[in-house]
């Protein structure tokens, strides 16, 4: 399977733990980008990169929140001191380069859910 | 920044009944805009994009939508639904100028099908 790829699929932590999900974007995708969804709403934006470089944040992203792209291939976000707010769908996305045409596809998310 | 408004939240048709979901954007500048699809258990999907030129623009599955400018409206139609579209359906928009290309979701429309 050449998409988007993301792990682990489901995630249950207890409340002040930390977590650390994946995301393997498509081979010659430069973009990567991180949403997160929850229940009954569409996904909201977190942050993106542009090759290794995390060029924006969304206010969403508190200082909790860090991702990173070391190699401009896979990407991590870590979550630190989960909090019961935080349970929800993170989604991964990519696309070819800077383009606005460019499609940006989405991987089948890491549920969160923090007890 | 721009925001993005679904009507519908869950809508009910019998087979080869119309569709048509409903989807209005607030932003002032030039928007590029998007309906995504998610079937049950899979990721989001690319269901059609609008750029510039016709404003009627076709997509995957025989699903069409419409950009009336004027009115900020990006509508999603299809003349004959069947049971395989029973999906959540999200309209979506980045904005041309944007730089990181982030898709701003509407709070998506729950499709069901009935056989």
């Known amino acids: 399977d050449t998409g988007v790829s993301q792990d682990p699929r489901h995630k249950i932590t207890k409340r002040g733990q930390n977590v650390t999900f994946r995301c393997d974007p498509i081979s010659e995708h430069n973009r990567l980008y991180w949403y997160r969804q929850t229940l009954g709403q569409g996904p909201e934006f977190l942050t993106y990169?542009?090759?290794?470089?995390?060029?924006?944040k969304s206010r969403l992203l508190s200082d909790r929140f860090s991702a990173e792209r070391p190699k401009g291939s896979f990407s991590t976000l870590e979550i630190q001191r989960t909090e019961q707010g935080d349970s929800a769908m993170y989604l991964c996305?990519?696309?070819?380069?800077?383009?606005?045409?460019?499609?940006?596809?989405f991987g089948p998310g890491t549920r969160l859910t923090v007890l | 920044a721009q925001s993005v408004s679904q009507h519908n939240h869950h809508v009910i048709l019998s087979e080869a009944a119309s569709l048509e979901l409903g989807c209005n954007y607030s932003?002032?500048?030039?928007?590029?805009l998007f309906w995504y699809v998610q079937y049950p258990g899979q990721h989001l999907q690319l269901l059609l994009k609008?750029?510039?030129?016709?404003?009627l623009v076709k997509g995957i599955k025989g699903f069409e939508a419409e950009f009336i400018k004027s009115k900020f409206s990006f509508n999603l139609r299809k003349p004959s639904v069947q049971w395989s579209d029973t999906a959540e359906y999200f309209c979506?928009?980045?904005?041309?100028?944007?730089?990181?290309?982030?898709?701003?979701f509407g709070g998506g429309t729950r499709l069901m099908v009935k056989p």
């Open positions: 996305a990519s696309s070819l380069d800077e383009s606005s045409y460019n499609e940006q596809f």
């Open positions: 609008y750029f510039s030129g016709d404003p």
């Open positions: 932003y002032g500048g030039t928007v590029n």
């Open positions: 979506a928009v980045n904005a041309q100028r944007n730089a990181g290309n982030m898709l701003t």
């Open positions: 990169f542009q090759n290794e470089a995390q060029l924006e």
